[in-house]
């Protein structure tokens, strides 16, 4: 899922940065999976922990990553489980 996708689901599609910010603020990862959302363009992204522990958990989930100049980015999609 993309920023801008949960900020739509959330009543307000125009809202992706702030829901970026929302979810670097996120006290509680274990219950709100916030490393699951990803850029628009198939970059993961950032992650308040870390980019390596972001890479680890996505990997975890079974989501293939390649890394291209520097920029992480999304290969193969993510199982549907019902989470973020």
């Given at each position: 899922?993309?920023?801008?996708?949960?900020?739509?689901?959330?009543?307000?599609?125009?809202?992706?940065?702030?829901?970026?910010?929302?979810?670097?603020?996120?006290?509680?990862?274990?219950?709100?999976?916030?490393?699951?959302?990803?850029?628009?363009?198939?970059?993961?992204?950032?992650?308040?922990?870390g980019l390596k522990?972001?890479?680890?958990?996505?990997?975890?989930?079974?989501?293939?990553?390649?890394?291209?100049?520097?920029?992480?980015?999304i290969i193969g999609?993510?199982?549907?489980?019902?989470?973020?």
């Open positions: 899922m993309t920023y801008g996708e949960l900020a739509a689901k959330a009543g307000n599609p125009r809202a992706a940065r702030a829901t970026g910010q929302i979810l670097n603020a996120n006290k509680n990862p274990g219950k709100i999976p916030c490393y699951r959302v990803v850029r628009k363009d198939g970059s993961i992204g950032g992650y308040s922990r522990r972001k890479i680890a958990l996505l990997k975890a989930d079974g989501i293939k990553l390649k890394n291209r100049g520097g920029q992480w980015i999609a993510c199982r549907n489980d019902g989470g973020i």
